[in-house]
C-alpha cells in the first residue's frame, strides 16, 4: 500500500461536528471533502448530511491537515444558486482548484432530472459566487485541471448513463472535456475506460489532477460492482501526459486503497472510499509538485466519514506503474 492511513481511526466522524441549528443538528455523516491550501492552513469543504437526508458543504479549517479542524458556523452558501430553475436537491462532491488566482469549485447537482455539474467561484473558500451549470448531459465527478493546457481550460468528468435497468445512472469512462470561458465545454476524448472483470470496472475522477514532472497525475475510484453482489469502491492512479492529457502514460493494475478498516467497510453505504481531495506540500516554479513533496489524500469512507492517507508525489507515481 503505498499510502499510509494516519493512526486512530477517520479524521472526522459526524459526532465531531458541532451542532449548527436550524440545519445541522447531530449529523448523519460526513464524507467526499474537497482540499484546498490556503494561507499555510488545510480548508476542506465538507459534505454533510442530515438526518432529513438533506446534504449541506460545511468548511473546516486545520493548521497541518491532520486536525483537529475548526468548523464553521453556519453551511457553505453558493450566492446565486437560488435562481437555478427547478428543485435542486442535492450539491455534493466539491472538488477545488486553484485556477489563475481564483478558487474554484465543481459539484456534482442533482436535480429531477439527473446529475449535472455545477462551479461556483471563490477568492478565499469562505464566500462562494455561483457561475451556474456546466455540463449539458448528466455528469458527475468534474475536475479542473489548475491551468491551461493547449490554451483551453480543461476538465475531467465521468459521464453517467443507465447501465441496468432500474438503476441510476452510472459510469464505466473518464473524459477530458474543454472550454474556452469554464462555462461551456465540448468532450474532447475518452481518456480511461472501465475495466470489466477488476476492480475499477466503473470509473470516476477522484481529486483534481496534480502536476508533476512526469505527467497529470489522477487518483480515480474504480468501483468493482462483483456481478451485483456487491459494490465495492476503491482508489488507484493514472498518469496522462502534460501537454495532451487525453495520452494515458500509465495506469495502476491494482488499486492502492480499498476498504479494509471497520469505519470504510460499514456505514451508509459500505465499502467505499472515495478520495476527493488530494494536496501536495509543494511545488516547483511551473507548479509541479517534486517526486519527494509529500502528500494528504482526503477520502470519504463509507459515506459516512473522512478517511486520510499520506504518502509522497513518488509512491503516487509508484502506484500508476504498479
Ligand atoms: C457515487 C457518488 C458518491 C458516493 C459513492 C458511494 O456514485 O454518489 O458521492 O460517495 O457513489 O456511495
Not at 459526524?14 to 447531530?26: E, I, K, R
Request: glycine share 12%.
Amino acid at each position: 500500500m503505498p499510502l499510509r492511513r494516519i493512526a486512530g481511526g477517520p479524521l472526522i466522524r459526524p459526532g465531531d461536528l458541532p451542532d449548527l441549528p436550524p440545519d445541522l443538528v447531530d449529523v448523519s455523516s460526513v464524507f467526499n471533502p474537497g482540499a484546498a491550501r490556503i494561507g499555510g492552513e488545510v480548508v476542506l469543504l465538507l459534505r454533510v448530511q442530515t438526518r432529513g437526508r438533506e446534504t449541506f458543504l460545511l468548511r473546516a479549517t486545520g493548521r497541518e491537515g491532520f486536525g483537529p479542524f475548526a468548523f464553521d458556523g453556519a453551511p457553505v452558501r453558493l450566492a446565486g444558486i437560488e435562481a437555478l430553475p427547478g428543485r435542486v436537491h442535492h450539491v455534493y462532491d466539491p472538488r477545488l482548484t486553484r485556477l489563475e488566482g481564483d478558487w474554484y469549485c465543481m459539484v456534482a447537482v442533482d436535480i429531477d432530472d439527473g446529475c449535472r455539474l455545477g462551479l461556483a467561484r471563490s477568492r478565499d473558500l469562505a464566500a462562494f459566487e455561483w457561475l451556474g451549470l456546466v455540463s449539458r448531459d448528466d455528469t458527475r465527478n468534474g475536475v479542473l485541471f489548475p491551468e491551461k493546457v493547449g490554451g483551453r481550460y480543461l476538465r475531467l468528468e465521468r459521464p453517467n448513463r443507465v447501465v441496468a435497468s432500474g438503476e441510476p445512472p452510472t459510469g464505466d469512462t473518464i473524459r477530458l472535456a474543454a472550454s474556452d470561458d469554464l462555462l461551456d465545454w465540448k468532450p474532447v476524448a475518452t481518456v480511461l475506460r472501465g475495466r470489466p472483470h477488476s476492480w475499477d470496472e466503473r470509473i470516476g475522477p477522484g481529486p483534481p489532477p496534480l502536476k508533476t514532472r512526469a505527467g497529470w497525475l489522477l487518483v480515480y475510484h474504480g468501483v468493482a460492482t462483483h456481478f451485483g453482489a456487491a459494490n465495492v469502491y476503491q482508489a488507484g492512479a493514472a498518469l496522462l501526459d502534460l501537454a495532451d492529457p487525453s495520452r494515458v502514460l500509465a495506469r495502476s493494475r491494482r488499486n492502492f486503497l480499498e476498504p479494509r478498516e471497520s469505519w470504510e467497510r460499514v456505514g451508509q453505504v459500505p465499502n467505499v472510499v472515495f478520495p476527493t481531495g488530494l494536496l501536495a506540500d509543494a511545488e516547483d516554479a511551473d507548479g509541479c509538485a517534486p517526486p519527494d513533496a509529500g502528500v494528504l489524500l482526503y477520502y470519504g469512507a463509507a459515506d459516512t466519514c473522512v478517511g486520510l492517507a499520506t504518502g509522497t508525489v513518488a509512491d503516487l507515481l509508484d502506484a500508476c506503474a504498479d
